[in-house]
């Protein structure tokens, strides 16, 4: 009976750590802005944060932070709750293209939605994300709405 209860904790405490490895959080390291043809440094107030999770579907992320999803929308979401813009969803995405550069970067280009919501509010847009990854390892983001706006976003990523 103590061989049961030993093989029990240790079956449980791997379990946990298993559990606790699925989810990887990136920090936006420096971001870009293309408007019109031509790549700009751009700034956010506040960090801006992607997180995976393994347990999902490929492809998708979500994002913290206020000022880039706002911007993201161009403020079209009408929210009661303002707070409602500080984190989305990028959910049920379709890989639409994957490349390899000459450095071995693999791009990955998916078309999904990204979902805002939180009690009553809900807003969604069809937005198309290129994750860069090289041996596993998120690099960066590239981000943009299918249609409206004519921005682009691209991020370099570190692990927080």
């Not at 984190?87 to 071995?104: E, I, M, N």
């Not at 069809?126 to 943009?144: C, H, P, S, W």
Request: net charge neutral; proline share 1%.
């Amino acid at each position: 009976m103590k061989n049961y209860y030993a093989l029990f904790l240790l079956l449980f405490f791997v379990s946990v750590n298993y559990a606790q490895q699925t989810t990887q959080t990136l920090v936006v390291d420096k971001a870009w802005l293309n408007e019109s043809e031509e790549w700009s440094d751009f700034k956010y107030s506040g960090q801006i944060v992607f997180s995976t999770n393994a347990n999902e579907e490929e492809g998708s992320l979500r994002i913290g932070n206020y000022d880039f999803l706002y911007d993201f929308c161009n403020g079209k979401a009408k929210f009661a709750n303002k707070a409602t813009y500080s984190a989305a969803q990028f959910a049920h995405p379709r890989k639409v293209s994957v490349t390899t550069d000459k450095q071995g970067v693999m791009n990955s280009t998916y078309e999904g939605t990204l979902i805002f919501q939180s009690d009553k509010d809900y807003y969604s847009v069809i937005a198309f994300v290129t994750i860069l990854e090289k041996n596993g390892n998120i690099l960066g983001v590239k981000m943009r709405p299918k249609e409206g706006s004519k921005k682009e976003y691209a991020f370099s990523l570190k692990n927080s």
